[in-house]
């Protein structure tokens, strides 16, 4: 049974730093590239990066590039989302998402989500 | 960025009717580059149809999607209790791949 968990969600102020792990079972996860979508409170869903199996390409939407980074570890069978000078409207609950193929592939599993606020 | 509009906002429907969501995208999308998710309260999204009309694992064949260019429809034939959820078009033909803001089904 394909599994995503996802965790290290949390409180953090304006312009603070947090690190998102989305731990990977039930598939050969080295083979499979990997999203963030994130979802604001009571807001629909919007894609946040883009990383495949080999960790190369790798996208972010505009919104994010250059504060957030993207990683895995295949070996570990986790993916990671570092998330640096948050904003107040990063706040979201945030899915990995297994993507079937390319990034022009639907995200055919999803973890529960972990949630993001950021207040001061 | 294409521009995903999904209609109704919200759907009053009661079990055993026939739903049709409507999702119309702001320039023409692949038929091949189209899906549908659904999201029950607290849970996560879940893949139910892509390539405009293609169901995932598992999905039962209530579900059926339609459409090119930029009009799609999500059908589904005889809602079942579990139907009632909010339902997301998504395109992941051009880049940034973008979701409609979501149509609500809600029991009547």
């Known amino acids: 049974e394909v599994q995503l968990v996802e965790s290290g969600g949390g409180l953090v102020q304006p312009g603070g730093s947090l690190r998102l792990s989305c731990a990977a079972s039930?598939?050969?996860?080295?083979?499979?590239?990997m999203s963030w979508v994130r979802q604001a409170p009571g807001k629909g869903l919007e894609w946040v990066s883009y990383?495949?199996?080999?960790?190369?390409?790798?996208y972010y939407t505009d919104s994010v590039k250059g504060r957030f980074t993207v990683s895995r570890d295949n070996a570990k069978n986790s993916l990671f989302l570092q998330m640096n000078s948050l904003r107040a409207e990063d706040t979201a609950v945030y899915f990995c998402?297994?993507?079937?193929?390319?990034?022009?592939?639907?995200?055919?599993?999803w973890g529960q989500g972990t949630l993001l606020t950021v207040s001061s | 960025e294409i521009v995903l509009t999904q209609s109704p906002g919200t759907l009053s429907l009661s079990p055993g009717e026939r739903a049709t969501l409507s999702c119309r995208a702001s320039?023409?999308?692949?038929?091949?580059?189209l899906a549908w998710y659904q999201q029950r309260p607290g849970q996560a999204p879940r893949l139910l149809l892509y390539?405009?009309?293609t169901r995932a694992t598992g999905i039962p064949d209530r579900f059926s999607g339609s459409g090119s260019g930029t009009d799609f429809t999500l059908t589904i034939s005889r809602l079942e209790p579990e139907d009632f959820a909010v339902y997301y078009c998504?395109?992941?033909?051009?880049?940034?791949?973008?979701f409609g803001q979501g149509t609500k089904l809600e029991i009547k």
């Open positions: 998402a297994r993507t079937s193929g390319n990034h022009r592939t639907p995200f055919d599993y």
């Open positions: 039930g598939f050969p996860f080295s083979l499979y590239s």
């Open positions: 990383i495949s199996s080999r960790s190369s390409p790798i």
């Open positions: 320039q023409s999308v692949s038929s091949s580059y």
């Open positions: 390539g405009t009309s």
């Open positions: 998504q395109q992941y033909d051009n880049s940034p791949n973008t």
